[in-house]
């Protein structure tokens, strides 16, 4: 299966099943990325997250098996949202940097955000020109306190597929505009490198 389309859908499944029906206090701690905090779970253990400095931005690297795992993000208010732009290269890292304002990002720019539903989010894209608008009353409340997404469905051309099935490493960009002034300032920003076994 090849993630080349601009509108691949990646399906993440909130409950009662892999991640999602672990006990939320599982996810108590764990290896935190460097800016924004986030932490990763595999099978309810914490995922020691990597860095590479070899480019121009730093990235977090997150090795894990080809199954279901569990983000922890956390709480800065009670009106969070984090945009999430996730693609199968990393061309995005280079579309977006801190001191620019949110209009100049193809992925940020006014209309780009996409959001699921009234319930916690069960739908997420990966697309290079669009972000997911991830509002935290749609998140997984954790009883640590932070927000939290289990990811475990790949959905391609209207067909679900498992995470098993992919064939190359995700890239993520997350952003989360903390004083609501639309331009991505240090502390607000960090690149992520999902890699896989098996690739």
Request: glycine residues 8%; proline residues 3%; contains cysteine.
């Amino acid at each position: 299966m090849k993630l080349l389309s601009f509108s691949i859908l990646l399906v993440f499944l909130l409950s009662g099943c892999g991640e999602g029906s672990q006990s939320l206090s599982s996810y108590a701690a764990g290896s935190a990325s460097p800016v924004l905090d986030m932490q990763v779970f595999q099978q309810g253990k914490a995922i020691r997250l990597g860095s590479s400095s070899n480019y121009a931005e730093a990235r977090s690297i997150v090795k894990l098996d080809r199954r279901s795992f569990f983000l922890s993000l956390p709480k800065y208010s009670d009106d969070d949202v984090f945009q999430l732009c996730i693609w199968t290269d990393d061309s995005i890292f280079d579309e977006v940097k801190v001191g620019m304002k949110t209009s100049e990002v193809s992925f940020y720019r006014p209309g780009s955000g996409m959001a699921a539903g009234r319930t916690p989010y069960s739908a997420i894209f990966i697309d290079n020109i669009g972000h997911n608008y991830l509002h935290s009353p749609r998140l997984v409340k954790l009883d640590t306190g932070r927000h939290g997404i289990s990811v475990s469905t790949l959905g391609l051309d209207r067909k679900n597929y498992s995470v098993e099935d992919l064939e190359g490493p995700l890239y993520a960009v997350f952003f989360t505009d903390l004083n609501k002034n639309k331009v991505v300032e240090k502390g607000e920003l960090e690149y992520f490198v999902f890699e896989f076994n098996g690739h």
